[in-house]
């Protein structure tokens, strides 16, 4: 019976621990439910921000492929180009030796395989000087 004395002293103190837990506890959720709404305000900012850039960089995208479209063309034209210079006769009969034209073939046609990795012979000093 002594423990329900004490019970009795001690119940006004309890009540009041009872309170001040429950407050505690409660602004501690009501302070989680504000940071969580914070962190969704933010992703969704960031969100927003990321799909306006991806917005942009589609658009540039879009443009740099509508022009590189019309570069296609340009391209034959340099193909063609090179093939002419290759099947002048004065590439084949005066400036250039068999290997020269050969050489030239194999690049008008992209053909890496015919070409070779090493220099023929000794290169002169002096001989990739810019100046």
């Known amino acids: 019976?002594?423990?329900?004395?004490?019970?009795k002293r001690a119940a006004p103190y309890l009540a009041v621990l009872a309170v001040v837990a429950g407050v505690a506890f409660g602004g501690w959720t009501v302070r989680g439910w504000y940071e969580g709404d914070l962190e969704a305000a933010r992703l969704k900012a960031t969100s927003a921000a990321i799909q306006v850039a991806l917005d942009d960089h589609a658009a540039i995208a879009q443009a740099v492929e509508g022009?590189?479209?019309t570069l296609k063309a340009n391209e034959t034209v340099i193909d063609r180009g090179v093939m002419r210079e290759v099947i002048k006769p004065v590439y084949?009969?005066?400036c250039l030796p068999a290997a020269g034209v050969r050489l030239l073939n194999a690049a008008a046609?992209?053909?890496i395989a015919?070409?070779?990795?090493?220099p023929d012979g000794e290169v002169l000093?002096?001989?990739?000087?810019?100046?």
């Open 1 to 7: 019976m002594m423990w329900l004395a004490a019970l």
């Open 67 to 69: 022009k590189l479209a």
């Open 92 to 94: 084949r009969n005066v």
């Open 109 to 111: 046609i992209n053909d």
């Open 114 to 118: 015919g070409l070779p990795t090493e």
């Open 125 to 131: 000093d002096g001989a990739a000087d810019t100046e």
